[in-house]
Protein backbone atom coordinates (compact mmCIF):
# COMPACT_ATOMS: atom_id res chain seq x y z
CA UNK A 1 0.00 0.00 0.00
CA UNK A 2 0.92 3.27 -0.29
CA UNK A 3 3.66 4.78 2.02
CA UNK A 4 4.54 8.51 2.81
CA UNK A 5 7.61 9.52 5.10
CA UNK A 6 8.77 13.07 5.84
CA UNK A 7 12.06 14.19 6.96
CA UNK A 8 14.64 17.03 7.36
CA UNK A 9 12.22 18.77 9.33
CA UNK A 10 14.06 21.00 12.73
CA UNK A 11 15.19 24.37 14.14
CA UNK A 12 16.68 26.64 11.68
CA UNK A 13 17.23 30.36 12.57
CA UNK A 14 15.67 32.85 9.98
CA UNK A 15 17.48 33.36 6.75
CA UNK A 16 18.66 29.65 7.08
CA UNK A 17 17.39 26.60 4.93
CA UNK A 18 16.68 23.30 5.18
CA UNK A 19 15.71 20.35 2.71
CA UNK A 20 12.91 18.02 3.45
CA UNK A 21 12.66 14.50 1.65
CA UNK A 22 9.74 12.51 1.14
CA UNK A 23 10.21 9.24 0.39
CA UNK A 24 7.54 6.89 -0.58
CA UNK A 25 6.36 3.09 -1.55
CA UNK A 26 4.19 1.07 -2.54
CA UNK A 27 2.40 2.66 -5.64
CA UNK A 28 4.02 3.77 -8.91
CA UNK A 29 5.75 6.91 -8.03
CA UNK A 30 6.29 8.34 -11.87
CA UNK A 31 3.04 8.44 -12.32
CA UNK A 32 1.79 10.48 -9.55
CA UNK A 33 1.96 14.37 -9.42
CA UNK A 34 3.49 15.04 -5.87
CA UNK A 35 2.94 18.05 -3.63
CA UNK A 36 4.10 19.80 -0.43
CA UNK A 37 1.89 21.44 2.07
CA UNK A 38 2.10 22.63 5.51
CA UNK A 39 -0.48 23.76 8.72
CA UNK A 40 0.64 25.96 10.98
CA UNK A 41 -1.02 25.86 14.55
CA UNK A 42 -4.24 27.28 14.39
CA UNK A 43 -4.68 27.28 10.84
CA UNK A 44 -5.89 25.57 7.62
CA UNK A 45 -3.47 23.35 5.63
CA UNK A 46 -2.07 25.05 2.43
CA UNK A 47 -0.51 24.19 -0.54
CA UNK A 48 3.25 24.96 -0.80
CA UNK A 49 4.47 23.62 -3.91
CA UNK A 50 3.24 20.57 -6.44
CA UNK A 51 5.45 18.99 -9.07
CA UNK A 52 3.84 16.61 -11.72
CA UNK A 53 4.93 13.00 -12.72
CA UNK A 54 7.49 13.37 -14.95
CA UNK A 55 8.58 17.31 -12.89
CA UNK A 56 8.25 19.30 -16.16
CA UNK A 57 5.45 21.27 -14.41
CA UNK A 58 5.82 22.93 -10.87
CA UNK A 59 3.52 25.08 -9.14
CA UNK A 60 4.27 26.96 -6.19
CA UNK A 61 2.31 29.24 -3.86
CA UNK A 62 3.08 33.11 -3.67
CA UNK A 63 4.43 33.44 -0.11
CA UNK A 64 7.13 30.66 -1.00
CA UNK A 65 8.03 31.13 -4.47
CA UNK A 66 11.64 32.44 -5.47
CA UNK A 67 12.77 31.12 -2.06
CA UNK A 68 11.62 27.06 -2.19
CA UNK A 69 12.58 24.61 -5.00
CA UNK A 70 9.91 21.29 -5.02
CA UNK A 71 12.14 18.70 -6.98
CA UNK A 72 11.70 14.56 -8.08
CA UNK A 73 13.45 11.66 -8.61
CA UNK A 74 11.68 9.33 -10.16
CA UNK A 75 14.23 6.61 -9.72
CA UNK A 76 14.71 6.73 -6.00
CA UNK A 77 10.65 7.29 -5.92
CA UNK A 78 11.62 10.30 -3.79
CA UNK A 79 10.36 14.28 -3.63
CA UNK A 80 12.22 16.78 -1.68
CA UNK A 81 11.80 20.68 -0.83
CA UNK A 82 14.29 22.78 -0.55
CA UNK A 83 13.77 25.66 1.51
CA UNK A 84 15.92 28.47 1.49
CA UNK A 85 15.92 32.15 3.35
CA UNK A 86 13.45 30.87 5.65
CA UNK A 87 11.07 33.00 7.60
CA UNK A 88 9.16 32.67 10.99
CA UNK A 89 6.13 32.75 9.18
CA UNK A 90 7.40 29.74 7.52
CA UNK A 91 6.95 27.54 10.90
CA UNK A 92 4.60 24.88 10.45
CA UNK A 93 4.05 20.86 9.97
CA UNK A 94 5.30 20.05 6.62
CA UNK A 95 3.13 17.50 4.86
CA UNK A 96 4.10 15.20 1.28
CA UNK A 97 1.04 13.97 -0.79
CA UNK A 98 0.47 11.94 -4.03
CA UNK A 99 -2.25 12.53 -6.18
CA UNK A 100 -3.63 9.64 -8.40
CA UNK A 101 -2.33 11.82 -11.79
CA UNK A 102 0.27 12.95 -13.16
CA UNK A 103 -1.17 16.54 -13.44
CA UNK A 104 -0.70 19.18 -10.04
CA UNK A 105 -3.63 20.39 -8.14
CA UNK A 106 -3.59 23.40 -5.63
CA UNK A 107 -6.05 21.63 -3.49
CA UNK A 108 -5.57 19.32 -0.56
CA UNK A 109 -8.23 17.63 -1.20
CA UNK A 110 -7.01 16.45 -4.91
CA UNK A 111 -4.41 14.26 -2.76
CA UNK A 112 -5.85 10.74 -1.68
CA UNK A 113 -2.02 9.90 -0.19
CA UNK A 114 -0.43 12.31 2.63
CA UNK A 115 2.53 11.28 5.29
CA UNK A 116 2.86 11.95 9.07
CA UNK A 117 4.33 15.33 8.44
CA UNK A 118 7.86 16.89 9.56
CA UNK A 119 7.97 20.21 11.82
CA UNK A 120 9.99 23.26 10.63
CA UNK A 121 10.71 25.38 13.22
CA UNK A 122 12.11 28.71 12.27
CA UNK A 123 13.25 30.90 15.18
CA UNK A 124 16.20 32.57 16.36
Known amino acids: QFHIAESGGGLVQPGGSLRLSCATSGFTFNYNAMGWFRQAPGKEREEVAC????????HYSDSVKGRFTISRDNVENTAYLQMNTLKPEDTAVYFCASRLIRYCSISAADFPHWGQGTQVTVSS
Open 51 to 58: ISADGRRI
